[in-house]
């Protein structure tokens, strides 16, 4: 009996020594980005049927991937190499299963799978690798290395050229005589200039710092991210790199309607002057999303049969509406004096109470319409992607009550192509950016708005600041960790993009108070960076954003792309029509030219 399974595992390595299965490795098909080619040879006298199904995906019902034919037959199939599979092999005839593996294949890789048969009838998988994969984090780490060294040059360039000068000037002081003295009547009539002229009120140079971070992040991942399925949307529950985007702006929002009011308020414009410059904003921005960034004259004649209502722009413009009558109605028009009160310490919480409840009442309302809400064949409180999600069990409840309440409002004008389509297979439209999660981003926004109110009440004392930002970047540190369970998929209420969840906002909130802390801390209090070259796109935010949702498509920001098997070219694309955005808002930085609405 070992004498037996010994032969049948060294049946593979033979096969591949004396070259008869070396043809047909060499002339596989032609595998693409994130790829791989897995043939399954078939030693049994029974046929079999592979089964698959991703890892990531919760309680997916297995998926058919090849049927063999008894007796040395093989075939071949193409896997996605983005998450970990498991492969079920199962008997046509006992409907039993032979032998379940989990494994991550890589990319380009040429896998065999060799089904044999042992003693008692029991079959084995063995797993070979016939060719060997790429390494698809290679391109990563160089453009990463390369970006690197690119911001060393930037720091260290001006720095030496600045020592040089310096010497000069010492040594023509000392060498050259009084009249080259720093003490001459143009310095002194500079500074006796600059002592009396009116300061100009300071920007905070963090904030549009952090959003040009946001926004340039927002491009490369709208770009394709280079093909890395951490750079794309995460299919249903959990966060990738692009998932971090939107909400920052949403809270970068909210941080600027509280400076920007507070700023307005002090100069005394008036209540009725804000409404109509909030209106006259917040329809630009959704006529803007509407018209334009849903549409482009790749999509051929306009039609309403297609044409998608929600969007991106359109949720941040109700949101801006939302928060600026917030502001403008409940905000505080002056700082009260320093009374002692011993709500002292959280008064930038009890003076705003009005502007809480409102919030805590929208809060409640979106949890009770998502958990109580009843759906047509689906359970109440679902937060799943239907499809093949959830044992099949409800596979047109993509979104639960999220999902029924677009498609009720909006019918088929809808986002078709939502993230968990490919992997959960799903069939029902579903848009991100719908109406009930809206009320999250108003949450998400007035996250934002209590991070300017903290700059506001403890000006000029940077220790408040920053120590209260790392509390409430604990509290809703901790907060989503309660409600997630620190899991993707078995919390209370998962981390969900899509759904726009209570622990997404939660979380996002704790990852924008410690980037706008740390920002700051590093470039308002000790002045160790300018922000570039983020502070470019992020004081040209929307000629920035509606630009490369327009031209994206087009060269010189992208072109047809001819090597397809690797990140290489798709990498270098993302980077490229990135880079090129951030060139123009520096440009239009130079020229004074700032796109405001």
């Not at 359109?314 to 905000?331: A, I, K, N």
């Amino acid at each position: 009996m070992e004498f037996n399974r010994l032969l049948y595992e060294a049946l593979p390595v033979l096969f591949l020594v004396i070259g008869g299965y070396g043809e047909h490795i060499n002339n596989g098909p032609l595998l693409k980005m994130d790829q791989a080619l897995l043939t399954f040879h078939n030693q049994l006298t029974e046929e079999v049927q592979v089964f698959y199904t991703s890892d990531y995906c919760y309680k997916c019902v297995y998926q058919p991937l090849v049927s063999l034919k008894p007796n040395n037959k093989n075939a071949s199939a193409q896997i996605s190499t983005k998450f970990t599979l498991t492969i079920q092999v199962e008997s046509q005839t006992r409907n039993k299963t032979l032998c379940r593996w989990d494994q991550t294949y890589m990319e380009g890789g040429h896998y065999s799978i060799w089904i044999m048969p042992v003693a008692f009838n029991n079959p084995i998988c063995n797993l070979y690798v016939d060719k060997r994969p790429n390494n698809p984090h290679l391109p990563l780490l160089v453009a990463a290395l390369l970006m690197a060294l690119t911001a060393l040059l930037f720091v260290m360039v001006p720095y030496i050229y600045r020592k040089r000068c310096t010497l000069t000037f010492i040594k023509t002081i000392c060498c050259r005589g009084e009249k080259y003295s720093v003490d001459n009547e143009d310095a002194h009539a500079r500074e006796t200039a600059h002592g009396t002229g009116e300061a100009k009120p300071s920007r905070l140079l963090s904030l549009d710092t952090f959003r040009g971070f946001s926004l340039t992040v927002m491009v490369f991942v709208n770009y394709g991210g280079g093909g890395y399925w951490f750079f794309q949307h995460a299919p249903w529950n959990g966060l990738t790199v692009a998932d971090l985007v939107m909400p920052w702006f949403v809270f970068i929002i909210g941080t600027s309607v509280v400076l920007a009011f507070n700023s307005m308020q002090r100069r005394g414009v008036g209540r009725l002057q804000l409404l109509r410059k909030i209106t006259w904003r917040t329809v630009v921005l959704v006529m803007l999303g509407f018209c334009f960034l849903n549409y482009s004259p790749r999509d051929g004649p306009l039609s309403w049969s297609w044409l998608r209502i929600p969007g991106v722009l359109q949720r941040l413009g109700f949101t801006y509406f939302v928060l600026s009558l917030l502001q403008t109605f409940w905000g505080q028009k002056e700082i009260p004096l320093r009374v002692h009160h011993w709500w002292n310490p959280v008064q930038d919480v009890f003076l705003y109470w009005p502007q809480w409840l409102i919030i805590i009442l929208l809060e409640i309302l979106w949890l009770c319409i998502t958990f109580l809400m009843p759906i047509p064949n689906c359970p109440t409180g679902y937060l799943g992607p239907g499809g093949i999600g959830d044992d099949g069990l409800y596979p047109d409840c993509t979104g639960g009550a999220a999902g029924y309440i677009d498609q009720w409002i909006f019918g088929d004008n809808m986002y078709r192509y939502p993230t968990c389509k490919e992997m959960y297979h799903t069939v029902q439209p579903f848009d991100p950016e719908g109406v009930l999660g809206t009320i999250n981003s108003i949450v998400m926004g007035f996250l934002g708005m209590q991070a300017g109110k903290i700059i506001i009440f403890y000006k000029k004392k940077n220790v408040h600041i920053l120590c209260r930002y790392l509390v409430w970047a604990i509290i809703l540190g901790i907060s989503a960790a309660i409600l997630s369970k620190c899991t993707r998929d078995g919390g209370f209420i998962p981390v969900n993009k899509n759904l726009w969840s209570l622990s997404y906002v939660v979380c996002m909130g704790c990852f924008s108070f410690l980037l706008l802390g740390g920002m700051y801390f590093v470039i308002d209090i000790k002045g160790w960076w300018g922000g570039q070259p983020f502070i470019y796109p992020g004081m040209n935010s929307i000629f920035v954003y509606v630009g490369h949702s327009l031209l994206g498509f087009y060269f010189p920001f992208s072109w047809e792309m001819r090597f397809q098997a690797s990140h290489w070219e798709f990498l270098l694309q993302s980077l490229w029509g990135t880079a090129l955005w951030v060139l123009i808002a520096y440009l239009l930085y130079r020229k004074k030219f700032f796109l405001k609405i």
